[in-house]
């Protein structure tokens, strides 16, 4: 009795202590603590709030009741996406664009972060740097307009300059074929520079004297690269990848719409325009919330399990 006495006081002591050092260290580093507070006001009021709306999934959610009188449907909503016979459409061409990015796009970054890391004249580096940067900042309006004014079969420059030369016109916009790797094609273009920053940052940190190390022992630069700066900035490529995994099931609403069209309806309809259409134009705000919950527990699901398996071959991981 006397011992169990005993630790309880051990742990009460342990928690005023700990409650102590807690306080201290807020009044200590109040100012680095006034800095974060805007991005956790962000997460508590955009992202952790808005997760109370889940429950509508399960409900026949009707906005004149409200999410406490709705009545209660259970798994009927999940039962009806997953018995629909676009749910394999959906699901093939999310994953098939989003796979193409992740074969296609995100190794880039890294080979041309690797290529800038290269360039010894800083001028000509920061000017590389700022152009492949700038289309990260032209919105998908543009982009959209660009790829018509380009590919466009009547009037598109590429088709145009075909046909002087003599061969057929392509039909880019309205070729199921061609949909794919067109949309895979914009996002290396707009995003690849701009992927290019963390690798960059990442660079930096590697320990010159390794560098030094290497040149002395007669390493070339392509032997330097592979021993030296891909082992360096390897857990910043791992964490980017179980991240990029987590949104494997969002391709972009905003792209993918302005470049659908009837012709290409088939490999076009992806998660995000289906909740479009049900959702917003026609009101089914249970369905596709529960549609989007399905799209949130893989998203988790698989970086729960590219996490473990980055431990597991002895990375850090995300968490």
């Known amino acids: 009795m006397a011992m169990d006495e005993a630790k309880l006081r051990s742990q009460a002591v342990v928690k005023q202590r700990s409650g102590r050092m807690l306080w201290s260290d807020l009044k200590r580093d109040k100012y680095l603590y006034l800095l974060v507070l805007p991005g956790i006001v962000y997460f508590l009021v955009f992202k952790y709030y808005p997760m109370w709306g889940i429950i509508i999934a399960f409900q026949d959610y009707s906005p004149y009741m409200g999410v406490w009188n709705s009545a209660w449907v259970g798994m009927e909503h999940f ?7 676009s749910f394999y459409i959906l699901f093939r061409n999310t994953m098939m664009i989003s796979l193409l990015s992740l074969v296609f796009f995100f190794p880039l970054p890294i080979v041309l972060a690797l290529c800038m890391n290269e360039v010894g004249n800083k001028y000509w580096k920061r000017t590389v740097q700022s152009i492949v940067y700038l289309p990260h900042f032209l919105s998908w309006v543009i982009i959209a307009g660009i790829t018509f004014l380009l590919l466009s079969q009547s009037s598109g420059v ?28 914009q996002n290396i273009w707009k995003d690849t520079g701009w992927g290019t920053i963390i690798f960059l940052a990442a660079m930096t940190g590697i320990d010159s004297q390794l560098y030094e190390a290497a040149k002395i022992d007669g390493a070339s630069r392509i032997r330097q690269i592979w021993h030296i700066t891909l082992p360096g900035i390897r857990n910043v490529v791992v964490i980017l990848l179980i991240l990029r995994l987590g949104h494997i099931m969002d391709v972009g609403f905003e792209q993918v719409f302005l470049m ?35 799209k949130s527990v893989i998203g988790l699901a698989l970086v729960v399990w590219a996490n473990w398996t980055a431990k597991r071959f002895g990375e850090e991981g995300v968490y």
């Open 79 to 85: 039962v009806r996406f997953f018995t629909n016979p």
């Open 158 to 185: 590429v088709n145009m300059m075909l046909e002087r030369m003599g061969y057929a016109k392509i039909d880019f916009l309205t070729n199921e074929n061609y949909f794919w790797g067109l949309l895979t094609a």
């Open 260 to 294: 659908s069209n009837g012709a290409v309806a088939g490999v076009a309809d992806v998660f995000e325009t289906y909740v479009y259409r049900n959702g917003i134009q026609q009101g089914q705000f249970s369905y596709t919330t529960a549609v989007g919950l399905f």
